[in-house]
């Protein structure tokens, strides 16, 4: 079984296009997958759109964070198909399913941090800036980071049972919790 763990970049943030309705403008950047226990990541850009979904189609399975609810409608922009509709069943979204058990979006840096003792190598809102800005090679890496992250804690959920998190409402500190997960 051949496990891609996914992420994208994006040349725009959604106050630059308009606002989150307009998702399908804000285009890719660059997407980094990397394949089952490699660390070695493949990038794609948007003369590569195609070998992307050729790469994705031939996983068995999509891990990433937050991909069905952001990635994948990005995507959308540059496919001839529902690119959602496509992937969704044979894909594990992390911030999808500890939402189904915590009722909380729990972000990639606190899970990072929790879970592994590690988070992000930079802020989200910089990429698109740094991308323009022709600093293609620092928003691989970081987007390779996330990617890595993204692998570790789902594995470390799938071998531990259990995911920890910072639990937040409204800004305001609840706790740490840890529960169960059958990944």
């Known amino acids: 079984m051949v496990t891609a763990y ?13 606002g989150y309705e307009n998702m399908t403008k ?16 493949a990038f794609y850009e948007e003369k590569d759109i195609e ?7 031939q996983a068995d399975l999509i891990v990433g964070h937050n991909i069905i609810g952001f990635d994948y409608p990005v995507l ?12 969704k069943k044979k894909t594990f979204d992390t911030l999808h399913e500890l939402y189904k058990v915590t009722g909380r979006r729990i972000g990639l840096q606190d899970l990072g941090h929790r879970n592994l003792g590690r988070g992000k190598t930079g802020e989200a809102v910089m990429m698109p800036h740094l991308w323009r800005d022709g ?3 620092l928003v691989k890496e970081y987007c390779a980071n996330d990617v ?6 789902f594995l470390h959920g799938k071998n531990t049972g259990h995911i920890t998190y ?4 409204r800004g305001v500190l ?3 919790r840890e529960v169960p997960v059958k990944w």
């Open 26 to 41: 804000l285009g890719l950047s660059v997407a980094c997958l990397i394949l089952d226990d490699s660390d070695d990541p």
């Open 76 to 87: 959308d922009a540059y496919a001839s198909f529902n690119v959602p509709g496509r992937y």
């Open 51 to 57: 070998d992307l979904f050729d790469a994705l189609s």
């Open 135 to 137: 600093q293609h090679d």
């Open 6 to 18: 996914f992420d994208i970049e994006t040349k725009y943030l959604f106050d630059e296009v308009g």
């Open 166 to 169: 910072t639990d937040k409402r």
């Open 148 to 153: 890595r992250l993204v692998r570790d804690i």
């Open 174 to 176: 609840l706790g740490i």
